[in-house]
């Protein structure tokens, strides 16, 4: 028996939108509003994604208290009130698009997740905008 548990989640963040090899008229052309030089803020909703067999013994794929830890541990305490590009170290070298966002945190909580299990993360930047990142 395999299926799916998700767990939500949620962290507010801000950012900014910036190529540092184009000009200010090419970044603002492209990134709009969210190339604000004084970065601007964002409600992310996360939904993580843990597919596998249930095991007979639990009648769980995974505990989804443990999966809530390590979401609140890895991702919440690492990206809640944070600004994205200058106090989380792999937006240093990455635009903090939603895409980038959630390819980070797949790759945090990949770590973490037994191999058995497939992983799927989506990331809401907006109620009406989300990316999301399963691995492949
Ligand atoms: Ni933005």
């Given amino acids: 028996m395999r299926l799916s548990v998700y767990r939500k989640a949620h962290f507010n963040a801000a950012h900014r939108l910036f190529n540092p090899n184009?000009?200010?008229?090419?970044?603002?052309?492209?990134?709009?509003?969210?190339?604000?030089?004084?970065?601007?803020?964002?409600?992310?909703?996360?939904e993580v994604k843990v597919t596998g067999e249930v095991d007979p013994e639990t009648g769980f794929v995974i505990d989804i208290k443990v999966l809530s830890d390590l979401i609140k541990d890895e991702i919440e305490l690492k990206f809640d009130h944070k600004n994205l590009n200058i106090e989380v170290e792999e937006?240093?070298?990455?635009?903090?698009?939603a895409e980038h966002i959630c390819w980070v945190i797949w790759n945090i909580l990949r770590k973490h997740i037994p191999e058995k299990f497939d992983l799927g993360v989506r990331l809401y930047e907006t109620a009406r905008n989300y990316v999301e990142y399963d691995g492949l």
């Fill in 91 to 97: 937006f240093k070298t990455l635009i903090p698009t």
């Fill in 22 to 46: 184009w000009s200010d008229e090419k970044n603002a052309e492209v990134f709009g509003l969210c190339n604000n030089p004084y970065y601007h803020g964002h409600n992310y909703d996360l």
